[in-house]
């Protein structure tokens, strides 16, 4: 750099004693060190799984056969509150097992009281209230 270029503000810079005005090309500064790779926390351990809770009386298994089918009813809001109140302090127990335990008793209970099994039906169920009287088995008076 020339003289004329630098521009001046407070007079002689002292260190232009000590460095000269122009400097003899230098190499390219290196190259930055990569930053460092993060340090990922290694994968908390999974817990256990939970053991299933032991079964009492009222969970019996499903039946052998595994053929389901989903059935919707309506019932009155207390006894599906109770249900669930059943289901909550039962450990074991679900909703669904609880239904097929009562209604299993319930149809059992049936049979018991006709004496024989309840014979498969004839044809579909009719669908909405009933109208009129009350279903009654053939032959029944």
């Known amino acids: 750099m020339s003289d004329n ?4 503000v407070m007079g002689d810079d ?3 004693a000590v460095l000269p005005l122009t400097q003899p090309p230098t190499e390219p500064p290196a190259k930055p060190a990569p930053a ?5 926390p290694s994968p908390q351990p999974k ?6 809770p032991a079964k009492t009386a009222l969970a019996k298994p499903a039946p052998a056969s595994s053929e389901r089918e989903r059935l919707t009813v309506s ?6 509150e109770r249900a669930r109140d059943a289901v ?11 239904v097929e335990q009562a209604l299993v008793g319930a149809l059992e209970r049936l049979e018991a009281s006709r004496g024989s099994q309840i014979p ?3 044809g579909d169920i ?6 009129g009287g009350s279903r009654r088995a053939p032959g029944a008076s």
């Open 5 to 8: 270029k630098r521009r001046r």
């Open 14 to 16: 002292p260190l232009d």
């Open 36 to 40: 460092p790779t993060p340090q990922v």
């Open 47 to 52: 817990p256990a799984p939970r053991k299933a």
């Open 75 to 80: 019932l009155p809001l207390e006894l599906v």
């Open 88 to 98: 909550y302090w039962t450990p074991g127990l679900t909703l669904t097992g609880l």
């Open 120 to 122: 498969p039906r004839e």
């Open 126 to 131: 009719p669908v909405g209230r009933p109208v």
